[in-house]
Each structure stands twice: as C-alpha cells, then as structure tokens.
C-alpha cells in the first residue's frame, strides 16, 4: 500500500488536464467579459458618430420635416452591429448653449428658493409655467442650441455579466450639442409669468 501511495504522489501524468480545468472557467469568463466590453465600446463609438453625422444634417433649413428620416438613418446604423436594439431620440432646444439643462429665471421674492407664490419667472419655453428645465421639445428654430439625445438598449451578447449581477440589456446614451444655422430672422419672444 506503501508502495501505491509513493508511486501517485511521483506521478506527474494528468497534471496538466486539472489544471487546465481549474484555470479555463476564469479564463473563459475573462474572454467573454473582453469582448462583452470590447463590443459595447464599438456600439458606443459607432453611436457616437453616427448621432454627430445626424446632428450635423439637423441644423439645416428644412430638416424639422426629415427627422424621421435622420432617426432612421442612426437606427439602421446601429443595428447593423446591435440588431435587437431599440433606440429613443430627444431633441430640446434652448435660446443658447450656456443655456442647455438650466432652470428658467425666476425672482425669488420670499427667499425659499422655489419658484411659488406668484414670483415672477421668465418663461423660456413658452408654456405657461415655470420648469427646471427650459428647453423647449422639438429642434427649435433658426440660431437655436439643440441638445439632440439617443439612448440605445440591447441585450448583451455574452451571459457573463449576469454571473456578475449585471442587466442582461446594456444601455447607453449618447448626446450632442449644436447651434441650427441661421436660416431666418426668427424672434426671440420670452414672457414673463407668475409662480403658481
């Protein structure tokens, strides 16, 4: 029995298949875990520049009534990489860009920093009432700073991000800030309203 026992532990053959299998998991998740992030990189690089291209054709005179069209163009792009994706597009414009996610002006006469009983506000987007936000939906007009975002869902093409607790969809967004050209003399009205 002496003997047996000697002779296994001086055996070397079959070494190399156990750790072969003690390593190939990690390795294994560490690969997939690569290319999960190397393929939303390309996603996102891809997004990027294909919402830049799309922006770009949206200052021009005219495009209000081609963005269908733009939108679609940014779809089919990126679901030639991401076909399961789906995609939402936001366009805000505002007077300007310094401007861009700001709250309209308001006088806060009681000194609580809201905007109520009756103070006055500038109301940017034309809506009759005070947001934190002033931008108004929509591409806006001539000299107009439009925020134009995409956000992209798809489901990630390797499960090793669900071992980790990770969604199984991958979500990004992507936005991009440009001035439409001056394509008219449109006017810049801003009313003044009162706080409810």
Not at 45 to 52: F, H, K
Not at 124 to 129: E, M, T, V
């Amino acid at each position: 029995m002496m003997h047996l026992l000697r002779h296994l532990q001086s055996d070397r053959t079959g070494a190399s298949a156990v750790e072969f299998a003690l390593v190939a998991p990690v390795l294994l998740m560490a690969m997939m875990g690569l290319f999960d992030l190397g393929y939303n990189v390309y996603t996102a690089t891809l997004l990027e520049g294909a919402i830049q291209k799309t922006a770009r054709d949206s200052t021009i005179e005219g495009s209000v009534s081609k963005t269908s069209t733009l939108d679609a163009a940014v779809t089919e792009m990126v679901r030639n990489i991401a076909p399961q994706a789906t995609l939402n597009f936001k366009r805000t414009a505002y007077s300007s860009f310094s401007d861009v996610g700001k709250p309209e002006d308001f006088t806060d006469v009681n000194g609580d920093g809201v905007c109520n009983a009756g103070e006055p506000f500038e109301d940017a987007n034309a809506n009759g009432s005070w947001d934190a936000d002033q931008g108004k939906v929509g591409s806006g007009g001539a000299r107009d700073a439009v925020l134009y975002e995409v956000q992209v869902t798809y489901p990630r093409p390797f499960p090793v991000t669900s071992m980790f607790g990770m969604d199984a969809d991958y979500i990004m967004t992507s936005r991009t800030v440009l001035r439409n050209q001056p394509y008219d003399l449109s006017e810049k009205v801003v009313k003044v309203a009162n706080c409810p």
